[in-house]
T-cell receptor
Framework: DTGVSQNPRHKITKRGQNVTFRCDPI?????LYWYRQTLGQGPEFLTY????????KSRLLSDRFSAERPKGSFSTLEIQRTEQGDSAMYLC?????????????FGSGTRLTVV | KQEVTQIPAALSVPEGENLVLNCSFT??????LQWFRQDPGKGLTSLLL?????REQTSGRLNASLDKSSGRSTLYIAASQPGDSATYLC??????????????FGGGTRVLVKP
């Protein structure tokens, strides 16, 4: 296990379509996070899982967004009825749970373009 | 609400010059601060993690300092090289007693090192 893996790397979709992204965290990490980054900005927090429980959601996560982490392993982020404003880089990160002395490890991201 | 600011937004230096990147945050009740590097269109690579009880961390040519009371961190990159050209992001994590574990990011400093 060499790091956090995200698929797909790029996604182009038409406005109104649904898209789903996948994140595979580092296997021993209990915590998993989703962030969104628009061009020229820092990443913004979307949601956070501890194992399979979704413990926090940002107000940025509208009703069209849903995230799951079944069995506390990989996670999916689905966007329904995509809008052009959803175009961004979607980043996943994971971190261990035990000592809190570790930082986050990010994946390479999924770049979404809504046309 | 925590706000993180990075100044300057962009920086261009000749090769060999030392780089000084600044990060400021409004709420000193942080658990740790992490510096990341991001290449264009890529994910985030962790550079240094400083716990709130630490004053600095070093890794090779990189040194990061933290002054929690004044809400500031500085990333120093010695003897810059063209390969250091990237966007550098700082992120703070809320104090452990606060609910949640999200990172709050600055907008980044885009660095260009000219050969």
């Amino acid at each position: 296990d060499t790091g956090v893996s995200q698929n797909p790397r790029h996604k182009i979709t038409k406005r109104g379509q649904n898209v789903t992204f996948r994140c595979d965290p580092i296997s021993e990490h209990n915590r998993l996070y989703w962030y969104r980054q628009t061009l020229g900005q820092g990443p913004e927090f979307l949601t956070y899982f501890q194992n399979e429980a979704q413990l926090e959601k940002s107000r940025l996560l509208s009703d069209r967004f849903s995230a799951e982490r079944p069995k506390g392993s990989f996670s999916t982020l689905e966007i329904q009825r995509t809008e052009q404003g959803d175009s961004a880089m979607y980043l996943c990160a994971s971190s261990p749970d035990v000592t809190d002395n570790y930082g986050y490890t990010f994946g390479s991201g999924t770049r979404l373009t809504v046309v | 609400k925590q706000e993180v600011t990075q100044i300057p937004a962009a920086l261009s230096v000749p090769e060999g010059e030392n780089l000084v990147l600044n990060c400021s945050f409004t709420d000193s009740a942080i658990y740790n601060l992490q510096w990341f590097r991001q290449d264009p269109g890529k994910g985030l690579t962790s550079l240094l993690l400083i716990q709130s009880s630490q004053r600095e961390q070093t890794s090779g040519r990189l040194n990061a300092s933290l002054d929690k009371s004044s809400g500031r961190s500085t990333l120093y990159i010695a003897a810059s090289q063209p390969g250091d050209s990237a966007t550098y992001l700082c992120a703070v994590r809320r104090g452990v007693k606060a609910a949640g574990n999200k990172l709050t990011f600055g907008g980044g400093t885009r660095v260009l090192v000219k050969p």
